[in-house]
């Protein structure tokens, strides 16, 4: 049973403090998303990349935040220095584009808290 | 500017009191349409696909239907496993892989 998993699966950590995310996309697919999830804002879209190169970032503070693939199986979004307001729940999801549109299977997520 | 809008935000039935859920949305182009569902402390899940007006889809008790500028999830004679937060979601034709989600719909159904 082929799953996207993530850790870790709840962090709490103070202001300041760097923050690294991890997602293990399912084998085989070639697009990986990052999502942010608030109850304000729903699920927002931070970045993404297909076979393993960045495609869109925009969605991400970037003075503070970068997404890596440094290889197939591995996705890490860093956050640097962590402030309260990015405590939420990150996802990661991972999907196979074959040129039409295709669905998104979405990991467990890390609970987030910046204290 | 693409967007997404689901209503209700809530929504509470009794068991076997089948109701439908919407989503409206604007977008320049539709590649896709996607329903999924949320459990609390889990990550979305993946229900259907729609990709042009007229389609339906249906899962068990679900059934999904598109027109040029909304769709419906219909959920029939629903159990109180259906229980969860219903989100959907639009693929732009220009927007190349990114989808944008609608905040969904919670639907609670009682015993």
């Known amino acids: 049973d082929a799953r996207v998993t993530q850790t870790p699966r709840h962090k709490v950590t103070e202001m300041g403090q760097e923050v690294t995310m991890r997602c293990q996309p399912i084998?085989?697919?070639?697009?990986v998303f990052w999502y942010r999830q608030t109850m304000m804002q729903g699920l927002e879209l931070l970045a993404y990349?297909?076979?393993?190169?960045?495609?869109?970032d925009s969605g991400m503070p970037k003075d503070r935040f970068s997404a890596e693939m440094p290889d197939a199986t591995l996705a890490t979004l860093k956050i640097q220095p962590s402030e309260p307001r990015d405590s939420a729940v990150y996802f990661c999801?991972?999907?196979?584009?074959?040129?039409?549109?295709?669905?998104?299977?979405f990991g467990p997520g890390t609970r987030l808290t910046v204290t | 500017e693409d967007q997404v809008t689901q209503s209700p935000e809530a929504l509470r039935l009794q068991e076997g009191e089948s109701s439908s859920l919407n989503c409206s949305y604007t977008?320049?182009?539709?590649?896709?349409l996607f329903w999924y569902r949320q459990d609390p402390g889990k990550g979305p899940e993946f229900l259907f696909t729609?990709?042009?007006a007229g389609e339906e889809k249906e899962k068990e008790r679900l059934k999904a239907t598109l027109t040029k500028k909304e769709s419906f999830l219909h959920i029939t004679a629903p159990k109180p496993e259906d229980s969860a937060t219903y989100l959907c979601?639009?693929?732009?034709?220009?927007?190349?892989?990114?989808?944008?989600f609608g905040k969904g719909t919670r639907l609670h159904i009682l015993p």
């Open positions: 979601a639009v693929q732009a034709l220009d927007r190349d892989d990114k989808i944008i």
């Open positions: 990349f297909r076979n393993r190169a960045p495609l869109d």
């Open positions: 999801a991972s999907g196979l584009t074959q040129g039409v549109t295709y669905e998104q299977y």
């Open positions: 084998l085989g697919h070639n697009t």
């Open positions: 729609l990709y042009s």
């Open positions: 977008v320049s182009g539709l590649r896709g």
